[in-house]
């Protein structure tokens, strides 16, 4: 029986898939994570919380807070460069 890969690997994949649609400056803006990305992350939180996460939930909260951190990165740049231009 196959294993569920982790929700940020399918995450990773959603959000490659997103930034190879060339999303407009708006899209780019108010991109949001899946709900059920936003519901696994605040599990792992809870888990972190309680002392309870394991080292492959803690690799997989890195992962989401990794890419949080590139989201807010690029949604800065795209607010940066929008100001340049008007």
Same mark, same amino acid.
């Given at each position: $029986?196959?294993?569920k890969p982790p929700a940020s690997r399918s995450f990773l994949?959603?959000?490659?898939? &997103? &930034?190879?649609?060339?999303?407009?400056?708006?899209? @780019?803006?108010?991109?949001?994570?899946?709900?059920?990305?936003?519901?696994?992350?605040?599990?792992?939180?809870?888990?972190?919380?309680?002392?309870?996460?394991?080292?492959?939930e803690r690799r997989e909260l890195d992962e989401f807070a990794?890419?949080?951190?590139? $989201?807010? @990165?690029?949604?800065?740049?795209?607010?940066?460069?929008?100001?340049?231009?008007?």
């Open positions: $029986m196959a294993t994949a959603e959000l490659a898939e &997103f &930034f190879a649609s060339r999303p407009s400056r708006e899209e @780019l803006l108010n991109y949001r994570p899946p709900q059920a990305v936003q519901d696994r992350a605040e599990e792992l939180l809870d888990k972190q919380s309680d002392g309870a996460i394991s080292r492959e990794y890419v949080e951190d590139l $989201m807010r @990165l690029v949604k800065a740049r795209v607010r940066c460069r929008q100001g340049k231009r008007m």
